[in-house]
């Protein structure tokens, strides 16, 4: 049941939603199946749109963050069966926040050399949280310092976290939805105790 306090929050995540106009009912359904009753403590939605050849293929991702859990809504198109018409899949995952092992919050601003914190001009924003169920290695070859050398030394490279990557550009996705990511980032690192 939702509380009355919180309805303009969820107001405010209802027109978010439908203002990517991608199947905004199902989406919105799926978000508020996983949150229950719980209290949403702060929220971001991206459209991911990608061309194809055959095609656009939309993707549309929910972040919730409630006091004990995040909350990860993915809904894309979903190929039809024949005989079918469209067809989307919405998947919601949920981590409780004891799990996170950390959230990576970068700002990207322009004049970095007159920066003033009242007047910030970000132009992108890259949000990382990590919990351990996915991550990509980056590789590349191995040097040994020496320019002149042609040997093979292998390869070297990092485990990263990639359980959630969101990355948004005011060119991309507008300067409100930037200021959003970076409230709901700052949210994330603010809420377990210890961050």
């Avoid at 359904?29 to 971001?44: A, K, Q």
Wanted: proline share 5%; with cysteine.
């Amino acid at each position: 049941m939702i509380r009355p306090e919180q309805k303009s929050d969820i107001d405010a995540l209802r027109l978010a939603i439908e203002s990517f106009g991608y199947f905004p009912a199902l989406v919105f359904d799926s978000v508020m199946i996983s949150l229950g009753g719980e209290e949403m403590v702060s929220y971001v939605v991206q459209h991911e749109p990608t061309i194809t050849p055959d095609g656009i293929h939309r993707h549309v991702t929910v972040a919730l963050l409630t006091p004990t859990r995040l909350i990860i809504n993915h809904t894309d198109d979903a190929d039809a069966s024949p005989g079918v018409g469209a067809q989307a899949a919405s998947t919601s995952e949920v981590v409780t926040l004891d799990h996170i092992s950390s959230v990576s919050l970068s700002r990207i601003v322009s004049e970095p050399s007159t920066y003033q914190p009242d007047k910030v001009d970000l132009q992108e924003v890259l949000l990382t949280v990590a919990w351990g169920f996915a991550s990509r290695i980056d590789l590349e070859p191995a040097t040994c310092g020496d320019p002149n050398c042609e040997a093979d030394h292998g390869l070297t490279g990092q485990l990263v976290g990639d359980d959630l990557v969101i990355r948004m550009s005011v060119d991309a996705d507008g300067a409100e939805s930037v200021g959003q990511l970076v409230r709901f980032g700052l949210a994330m690192q603010r809420t377990r105790d210890g961050w």
